[in-house]
């Protein structure tokens, strides 16, 4: 059972091939970029259990509080800044996100749609607002008059987890909370005669908390986020037990084919993306994939593998990949620490709530 258990897990890990790479500093606007990577498909992730990340999300800005029961983004000094982002863009979808926000004032909680040319839809929890979430939308990175819109929920943000839900598609844009619709908006409501702020080009998922009050920051995000944050009180943790994603399209690769930003010039590249092979290999655990296995098949990887290399080399070699994996988080850990200053995301985004909260008032 146990050797059987090795080799499934080494067939496994020499099928699923690691994700291959997208776009994020090209503005498809402005340029001709690459196609995105499709997610294509549904999929959940349980983060309880200290289970790992796979490698369909990217790790910037800080290290992952693997907890019990979710995974954790913890504020633990000045300008932490702990993010996830998905490798992979959905097009149009159904995503559904488990949270329990950090508390404090100037923490900001947040679960981020993004697009290469910046369209966006957003959940946030501002720390010092325990009953209120805060939903937005931005088209190509405009900020429009009354976008933002807080709503309170019942029960606490903090202590709860809560399932918010957002259904995107090209007619209507919709947040959930617990199965309550909050808020709907259509593409007409979200244009007038000249301009179309419609979130509407394929999407990564971002998942982080930040500080926006941060003393450094300007006074206008200050306010926005509750107020300066206390680094000593923390440390401050939002915790994600499960996020689901469903993508309405299915593809390989999402591309821009031309520079109007419209869903309608998004060409659909046929085909099962490396992500969504990656995820289906996963699915399954890797004795099941053993068992589901004929027994000719399992007689012949046995024979071929054991005669190559043997078992030895075998957990030799699972036990390198694993450190592979291992390595390349810490490596992601480390290379994407704080020293980089805030990325272009956090920055442009905190603009834009700044502004977003100047015209709101
Ligand atoms: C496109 O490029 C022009 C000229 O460099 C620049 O002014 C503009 O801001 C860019 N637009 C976007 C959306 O990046
Ligand atoms: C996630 O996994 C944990 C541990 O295996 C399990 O207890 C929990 O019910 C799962 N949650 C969901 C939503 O599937
Ligand atoms: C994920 O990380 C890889 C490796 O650092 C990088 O090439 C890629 O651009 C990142 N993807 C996203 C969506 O940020
Ligand atoms: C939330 O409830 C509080 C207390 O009842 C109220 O003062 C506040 O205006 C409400 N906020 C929103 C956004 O509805
Ligand atoms: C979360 O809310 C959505 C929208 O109401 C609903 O479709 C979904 O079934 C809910 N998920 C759970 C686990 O209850
Ligand atoms: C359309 O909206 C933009 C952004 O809010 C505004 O600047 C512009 O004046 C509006 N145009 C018309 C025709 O209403
Ligand atoms: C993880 O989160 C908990 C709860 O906020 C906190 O006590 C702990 O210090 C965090 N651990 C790390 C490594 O950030
Ligand atoms: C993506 O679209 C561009 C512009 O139309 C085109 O040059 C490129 O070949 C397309 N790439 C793929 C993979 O379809
Ligand atoms: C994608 O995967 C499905 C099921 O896994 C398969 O039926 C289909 O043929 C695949 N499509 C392509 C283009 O490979």
């Given at each position: 059972m146990m050797r059987s258990s090795v080799l499934a897990a080494l067939v496994a890990a020499l099928v699923s091939t690691v994700s291959a790479q997208t776009t994020t500093n090209c503005q498809p606007l402005n340029e001709t970029c690459p196609p995105d990577l499709a997610l294509g498909t549904a999929h959940t992730w349980n983060?309880?259990?200290s289970s790992q990340l796979d490698d369909t999300w990217n790790i910037t800005n800080g290290v992952m509080n693997y907890t019990e029961d979710a995974l954790g983004f913890t504020i633990n000094k000045k300008l932490d800044s702990p993010t996830i982002i998905s490798t992979f863009y959905i097009f149009f979808g159904r995503l559904e996100y488990h949270v329990r926000a950090a508390p404090g004032h100037g923490v900001i909680s947040s679960v981020v749609l993004q697009s290469d040319d910046l369209d966006e839809v957003d959940w946030e929890w501002?720390?010092?607002?325990?009953?209120t979430v805060q939903t937005n939308f931005f088209g190509k990175g405009q900020t429009i008059e009354g976008t933002a819109k807080y709503f309170n929920i019942s029960g606490s943000t903090h202590d709860t987890y809560h399932n918010y839900t957002t259904w995107w598609d090209k007619d209507k844009l919709q947040w959930w909370v617990d199965g309550q619709l909050l808020r709907t908006v259509t593409p007409a409501e979200a244009s007038n005669s000249t301009y179309d702020w419609y979130p509407q080009t394929p999407m990564t998922i971002r998942i982080g908390a930040w500080p926006g009050g941060d003393p450094s920051g300007p006074p206008g995000r200050i306010e926005w986020a509750?107020?300066?944050?206390?680094?000593?009180?923390g440390p401050y943790t939002m915790f994600v037990s499960q996020v689901s994603a469903q993508d309405f399209t299915t593809g390989k690769e999402y591309n821009y084919?031309?520079?109007?930003?419209?869903?309608?010039s998004i060409n659909v590249v046929a085909g099962n993306s490396t992500v969504s092979k990656e995820l289906n290999a996963v699915h399954l655990s890797a004795a099941q994939r053993w068992n589901n296995l004929s027994s000719g098949a399992k007689i012949a990887i046995i024979v071929s593998v054991s005669a190559v290399v043997g078992i030895g080399a075998l957990v030799f070699l699972f036990c390198c990949i694993r450190q592979r994996r291992i390595g390349k988080r810490e490596w992601n850990a480390q290379n994407n620490q704080w020293t980089q200053e805030r990325t272009d995301m956090m920055n442009m985004q905190a603009e834009w709530r700044q502004k977003g909260y100047v015209e709101m008032k």
């Open positions: 983060l309880s259990s501002v720390g010092s607002e325990e009953t509750g107020g300066v944050i206390d680094y000593n009180a084919t031309d520079h109007s930003g419209t869903w309608e």
